[in-house]
């Protein structure tokens, strides 16, 4: 009678008129607009040391190779843009656990007991694989993509060869560092994405299974698109994500048979 009363009260709270809805998410979306902006504000003075710990990957590899480690502007507004770029794309990620709870939040009231436990272990593995991802690509890609494009200069010598020397601009090289970070530590939330759409019903492991070849094609479209025309880091992204998706294969797999045990037990009951 209890359980039965229990599930009764979790129906009605996960009954609540649209317009409560829709005032639960505005108010949400704008929590989570201010924590982004204060976030922003105060990444914003840091911005300089910041940019100084993403510039480490080149500037170690110009130092190691005797040269001058500096990168240079062109433009007046270039160095203040590139500091709120910085403060951009770091007050997201310090908001981001707040955004994620505020997600949840709102989620949460039209789940049951069991869906929210279910749920939960997601919600906490979705950041810490994209905090993995950007590390991986922060010192393990980074270093050998830079490496490789540096490769390509050469110093004038008796034969007259016009000297090709790296003058990097610190607008591109964030772009192209964040770039890295973002396409791994977003790549890296593959398993995640798969498994919830598993549990959801939308995907099975025998249609991952089925739609393997066509998955490798296109994870090579996007390590070709997300990636500078550098083979070697097109190969690593290529290589982690498809790894990521044979993951995913056997994660969708333990959740089928989780679901096989529940509607076992369902029956016997019966």
């Known amino acids: 009678m209890k359980k039965k009363q229990e599930q009764q009260d979790e129906i009605e709270s996960s009954n609540a008129p649209l317009i409560e809805h829709l005032s639960e998410l505005r108010s949400r979306l704008i929590w989570s607009v201010l924590a982004f902006l204060l976030c922003m504000v105060c990444v914003f003075p840091f911005s300089k040391y910041i940019f100084n710990f993403l510039a480490m990957p080149i500037t170690e590899l110009l130092t190691i190779q005797n040269e001058e480690n500096d990168l240079i502007f062109t ?58 991802g950007s590390a991986f690509a922060y010192f393990i890609v980074l270093p050998l993509a830079f490496n490789f494009f540096l490769s390509f200069q050469n110093t004038s010598d008796l034969n007259d060869l016009v000297g090709i020397k790296y003058l990097g601009t610190i607008n591109e090289y964030l772009s192209l560092t964040m770039r890295f970070i973002l396409a791994f530590g977003i790549c890296f939330q593959l398993p995640v994405l798969l498994t919830l759409m598993g549990k959801a019903g939308l995907v099975s492991s025998n249609s991952l299974i089925g739609i393997r070849k066509y998955a490798m094609v296109t994870i090579l479209v996007i390590a070709a698109v997300v990636t500078p025309p550098d083979v070697i880091t097109q190969i690593i992204l290529f290589s982690v994500v498809y790894s990521l998706y044979e993951i995913s294969i056997l994660l969708v797999k333990l959740v089928e048979k989780k679901k096989e045990k529940v509607l076992q037990q369902m029956d016997e009951n019966i």
């Open 75 to 132: 433009g007046l507004q270039q160095g203040f843009m590139v500091n709120v770029k910085i403060s951009f794309f770091g007050g997201f990620i310090v908001s981001f656990p707040f955004i994620g709870f505020q997600v949840w939040r709102f989620i949460a009231p039209g789940l049951y007991k069991k869906e929210k436990l279910a749920f939960l272990p997601f919600l906490i593995a979705s950041p810490i694989l994209f905090f993995v």
